[in-house]
């Protein structure tokens, strides 16, 4: 391993095997060495669940110059704490989670598996960025993403991230990009959640589907409304995830 | 149901059949109208996972005045969605999760399913609380937390809480508290998280497990310090992650 390059640590949800995650190394490889452990099967919804009921194991898969891959059994966030404990000889300059089939601006930060990695990159004290594209077609092009990646991902490395923060990277699915907005998560929620699914025999089942709705639609600094305008969405994400607005308030409940 | 008594929603990540659950629900029937939907199963460290790829059902377990159980084979967020979904009839007036066997102050936060179920709650725009002993151990005695338990609730009921905001509340294991301390999540994070095991044949299998490393053990505001001192710990979390702290030097890089 070349250790005058970067170290990057990359992860997603979708597994090893995903388009977005080939397409993050051919744009990653030119800035540095590339270590992938990525979840063995698909993984999305996952959040930072961790497996802590049975063991997990990972496995080569390919290694050429710059770039080895491993596949993981356990969930995104398994895959980082386990790359950081026995694949990796040094820590990681940066954690990169993506691309990530499907958007994951706005609440969708707390559920995606993409997400999971990035927040334990940071939790980790690593640099850490998640890459998404809003759409979850699997064979959708990324052409236009490589230039924005390189950019922000080189950014990351020369000026390093504050503590306890990240960035979560969203891209419209438009042919090309407007530019780079930096924004905030978007305010809303998933309604229509279930689709019913009666059996023969007639038990019933329920199956997550959903549109997110979005309480403020025309808030020009959501990543939403970027996304919406053909922008390329930029959140900052903390992992400290304390409300210090309501401290003193709930100090008075309890005086 | 009762419509003039407040609805409560409940949901764990130990499984409908825990002591923690069981103790929670004889905690709140004073209070309200309780409504439980449970994993089938521990589900513990699933953080905000959902169930994305197979459908899921749920099933009644029990049914007596002021309470009804349900055990449901999704995650403890899908438990909300589905119950907000199908099976409460309007929007409960609390989510409460708990009380979960282990600590989810500091970091714990983000993996914790228990915080899953609170967090999906202050998602959906209900005021949700989290409730945890630090302690694993299943027979733990709860008695000491009734009090404080239904204290805290019925605050909340009372006054409500900010939109997108939950409250996380650890208990320490001390046979009595000393009150209620406000606090800030705990920095630091996880260390030594994996134990080797060799299988016969030679292949190599890793468990998580990990001490918590607290990068500020001295720090009395951290929710860690008030439950190492023997005080029930109330950490306000927020569910908008946005760093806001971040936006206005990000947007000089990208000039």
Redesign the interface.
Known sequence: MNTNRPLILISNDDGFFSKGLSELIKFLRPIGELVVVAPDS?R???????????????QLVNREVGVTIYKCSGTP??CI??AM??ILDRKPDLVIGGINHGDNSA?N???SGTM?VV?EGA???IPSIGYSITTHDLNVEFGACGPYIQQITR?VLE?G??A??CLNVNFPTTPSFK??R?C??S?G??VN??E??TRKGG??????TGNFEDSEPNNEKSDHWALANGYVA??????????????DE??T??K
């Not at 038990?203 to 997550?208: A, E, R």
């Open positions: 698909a999305s919804g996952y959040s930072s669940a961790m497996t802590t009921n049975i063991p997990i194991h990972y966030t398994d704490k386990l404990h026995t609440v930060v707390h559920y999971g927040i939790l980790k004290g950014m000026k991230l504050p306890l923060t530019g780079v930096i905030e998560q305010k929620q998933w959640e279930w019913t699914i038990s019933t089942h329920y199956w997550l930029i959140t900052p994400v903390t992992v400290d995830v304390t409300a210090y607005s309501l401290i709930l100090k409940w309890f």
